[in-house]
């Protein structure tokens, strides 16, 4: 009875949770479904709605470390992209190929090409700093071996082909260190899901500079402290890239996705390539107009 009890209560928290989450996506997805998304490409309402049951389709029938919503954030700013804007779409990590799947599908509505770098054979072997990583606000610590997330090519092609659109795909096979120095292409949105911080300072030292002005980067190691404070350590960016370094909006708890303990989560965050400062709102900080309404915040 024990045992059915708690298995019950799972059930109940597992939907409560699915519950939250089929609610707040309306407002998680908002800028997803605005009419100006997507225009450019000819993207639809209803060509929105077939994207999010066919990408949560695939997070369902291929095992994957980032959700269908994590996807569905990066293809709204890849659906934002200005159509005259050259680039194509990078991914550093496929694991199984779930959001390569999907995100060729954004790649294929916007006429774009999804670059995909993995070794298809697994993690390298990390080094000590990196075989273990600390996820605060989770309260977990991630450890790595050599071969973790391993998928072979032909099977993250199999899923791709399914579930996505596999002509919209190029596979850079092979550990980053090796591909990405040859690659020299204008890249106009990338995600990085690479697990360990070596390879995310070969990724960013790589295609940072290939980034267009404006684009993104996301990231699937918000959490990952090792990682996410990479995007604000000024030696490493002056030493390796000759600038400052960027920040990372989301951060150690990364954006607020997915419904939890502690409020809303996920591991995605994003950073922008100099994004176009005189766009943004000035805000006189002199405390008088900008007090914090609780209603707002």
Not at 63 to 68: E, L
Not at 108 to 118: M, Y
Not at 175 to 201: C, I, N, W
Not at 254 to 277: C, D
Request: glycine letters at 8%; hydrophobic letters at 40%.
């Amino acid at each position: 009875m024990h045992d059915y009890g708690r298995r019950l209560l799972d059930l109940v928290a597992k939907a409560y949770r699915l519950g939250l989450l089929a609610a707040s996506l309306p407002v998680t997805l908002g800028e997803f479904f605005r009419p100006e998304t997507g225009a450019a490409y000819g993207v639809d309402l209803s060509t929105k709605l077939l994207l999010v049951v066919r990408m949560a389709r695939t997070n369902l029938a291929v095992p994957t470390g980032s959700s269908f919503v994590e996807h569905l954030v990066i293809a709204t700013k890849a659906l934002r992209i200005p159509a005259d804007s050259d680039g194509v779409l990078v991914e550093c990590g496929a694991y199984k190929g779930g959001s390569t799947a999907n995100l060729s599908l954004v790649a294929g509505h916007c006429g774009r090409e999804l670059v995909v770098f993995d070794s298809f054979e697994g993690m390298p072997e990390p080094d000590d700093d990196d075989r273990e990583h600390v996820l605060i606000a989770s309260g977990q610590r991630h450890t790595y071996d050599a071969d973790a997330w391993e998928a072979p090519l032909s099977e993250v092609r199999a899923n791709v082909d399914r579930y996505g659109e596999l002509s919209a795909c190029r596979f850079e096979a092979g550990y980053f260190a090796e591909t990405m120095p040859a690659f020299e292409e204008p890249v106009a949105l990338a995600f990085l899901d690479v697990g360990l911080r070596a390879s995310a300072e070969t990724a960013i030292e790589e295609l940072w500079p290939l980034l267009t002005d404006g684009s993104y980067l996301f990231t699937h190691e918000a959490k990952h402290m090792e990682i996410a404070t990479l995007f604000f350590e000024s030696e490493w960016w002056a030493d390796r890239l000759d600038t400052s370094p960027p920040g990372l909006v989301g951060a150690g708890s990364g954006l607020g996705l997915h419904p939890g303990a502690s409020g809303f989560s996920s591991l995605l965050a994003y950073t922008i390539k100099s994004p176009a400062r005189e766009t943004f709102e000035t805000v006189t900080d002199d405390g008088r107009e900008n007090v914090v309404d609780p209603r707002e915040d």
